[in-house]
C-alpha cells in the first residue's frame, strides 16, 4: 500500500486495525494473553454503521489487508456476505506495514543494535532494553530514542575524559556544543544521564543540576560550602571560615592552615545550615556534598583530608535511602584514596524515629546494602537489610 493509500485510508477501519497492532504488540510483550483478534466490541463502530458506502470502505480495507496476508477476516458461516465478525491477525509485520509503522518488538530490536556497544560500560542499559520489551517508558522514553541514549553515554565518556586531563568544570553548553554542534542538547538528555550515572531505572528522578554537577557540568558554577573554626588556605592566603559557613570556588581551597578534631560531610543543604549555625564555632570541619559531589568538589577534599593526620576521624551524614548510601560509596573510596577510613554519623536504622521512618522497597533495600558494603559499612549493611526501612536527614 503506497503512502496515498495509506493516508487515504478509511479512518474507521485505519482505527481498528490499529487497535489490532496494538493488541498484538502487547502479546509480542507478553503483557496480553490471548491472541491478537477484533471481536464485537471492537467491532461495533463498523456494525453500527448506516452507510452502505462507509461499510464498504471498511469492509475494502479488511479485504485488502487479508490479501496482503495479514489478517484473516470471519463472517458468519452461513452467510459468507454477511457482517464481518471477527479479524484475526495473521502477520504482525505485514498489519505494520500496511498502516504505515513497524512493530514494537521490531523498534526494539533496533534499539538493542544500537546501543549493543554500550551494554558492557553501562549494564544498566539491559533494564532499559528489557522494560521496552515489557511496553515500559523509561524516564518517559521507548526504543524509538534509543539514539539519545547513545548520546546520553557519549556525555558521560567524554566528561570523564575531560575530567582525566584536569578540567573538573566545564560549562554544559560549551561541552554541548563540541560535541552535538546543538548547545542545549545534553540538557535535554539528563533524565538519561541520571539513569546511567545511578544505573537504576526506577529511582527517582534527581534536579537536573545534580546530575550535571556529577559529570562535572554547569549552568552556573556553585561553591562549595564549608563550616567551622577552621582556617583554610587559599590562593590569596590562609583564612578562617565565616560564621556560620563560607561559599567558596572548590579549585581555590587549596588545604588546611589549622587542624580539625573530625571532617563531617554533609549531604543536604537544610541539614549542613542547620549544623552550621549550631556548631560554626567548633573545630569541627563540615563541608556540603550538595548531593553526589562533582569532580571539582572531589579534588578539593582529596586536598583537604591530605593534610590530616591518619587518626582524624572522618565521617559522613547522609539521607538513609539509596542515593544517601551511593554518595557514601562515592566518599569512601575518597577517602580511601587520601589514606583514612569514613565512618558513618547518624546514618544506622537505629538512629532514625520511628515517625521519620518509610518501609524500603525490596529493589531499592537491595541496592543500599550493596553501597553500604561498597562504603565498607558491613554493620550498617547487616542492619539494613533487617529493618528494611529509608529516610530522609531533613528531620
Known amino acids: 500500500m503506497s503512502l496515498q493509500d495509506q493516508a487515504e485510508m478509511d479512518p474507521l477501519a485505519r482505527k481498528a486495525l490499529e487497535r489490532l497492532l496494538k493488541s498484538a504488540d502487547k502479546h509480542e510483550a507478553g503483557t496480553f494473553v490471548r491472541c491478537p483478534a477484533l471481536t464485537d466490541s471492537a467491532l461495533s463502530e463498523y456494525r453500527e454503521l448506516r452507510s452502505l458506502k462507509a461499510k464498504e470502505d471498511f469492509e475494502a480495507v479488511m479485504a485488502y489487508a487479508q490479501t ?19 479479524v484475526e491477525l495473521v502477520d504482525v509485520v505485514k498489519l505494520a506495514s500496511i ?44 526504543p524509538g530514542v534509543a539514539a539519545s541514549w547513545a548520546m546520553a553515554c557519549d556525555v558521560i565518556a567524554y566528561c570523564q575524559a ?3 586531563l584536569g578540567a573538573t568544570e566545564t560549562p554544559v553548553r560549551d561541552a554541548s556544543a563540541r560535541l552535538f554542534k546543538d548547545s542545549k542538547r545534553i540538557e535535554s538528555l539528563t533524565p538519561y544521564l541520571d539513569v546511567l550515572l545511578t544505573g537504576n531505572v526506577e529511582g527517582n528522578a534527581r534536579p537536573e543540576a545534580e546530575v550535571l554537577q556529577e559529570l562535572g557540568l554547569y549552568r552556573e558554577p556553585q561553591p562549595s560550602r564549608l563550616a567551622g573554626n577552621i582556617v583554610v588556605r587559599r590562593e590569596r592566603g590562609a583564612f ?24 563531617l560531610t554533609i549531604e543536604n543543604q537544610t541539614t549542613f545550615h542547620v549544623w552550621a549555625r549550631q556548631h560554626c564555632d567548633s573545630d569541627v570541619l563540615c563541608v556540603y556534598t550538595a548531593g553526589m559531589p562533582s569532580p571539582a568538589w572531589r579534588a578539593m577534599y ?30 569512601s573510596r575518597c577517602v580511601t584514596e587520601a ?11 537505629a538512629d532514625i524515629p520511628e ?16 553501597y553500604a558494603s561498597e562504603a565498607g559499612w558491613s554493620d550498617i549493611a547487616h542492619e539494613l537489610a533487617e529493618a528494611r526501612l529509608l529516610a530522609e536527614q531533613e528531620g
Request: charged share 25%; hydrophobic share 40%; no cysteine.
Open 302 to 331: 582529596l586536598r583537604l583530608l591530605s593534610d590530616l593526620p591518619a587518626s582524624t576521624p572522618i565521617l559522613h551524614w547522609g539521607d538513609l535511602d539509596e542515593g544517601g548510601f551511593r554518595i557514601a560509596a562515592f566518599l
Open 68 to 86: 496482503e496476508g495479514a489478517i484473516t477476516v470471519r463472517r458468519p458461516p452461513r452467510d459468507p456476505q454477511g457482517l464481518i465478525e471477527r
Open 162 to 164: 575531560q575530567v582525566s
Open 99 to 142: 498502516l504505515g509503522k513497524v512493530p514494537h518488538a521490531a523498534r526494539v530490536q533496533s534499539a538493542r543494535q544500537a546501543l549493543s556497544a554500550r551494554l558492557d560500560e553501562h549494564p544498566v542499559l539491559i533494564d532499559v532494553l528489557s522494560h521496552w520489551e515489557k511496553l515500559k517508558k523509561v524516564r518517559g522514553s521507548g
Open 355 to 370: 515517625s521519620l521512618r518509610r518501609a524500603a522497597p525490596t529493589r531499592t533495600l537491595n541496592r543500599m546494602v550493596k
Open 240 to 263: 578562617p571560615l565565616d560564621r556560620p559557613y563560607s561559599a567558596l570556588p572548590p579549585s581555590t581551597v587549596l588545604g588546611l592552615g589549622s587542624m580539625p578534631s573530625q571532617v
Open 339 to 349: 589514606g583514612h577510613v569514613l565512618l558513618p554519623w547518624k546514618m544506622r536504622p
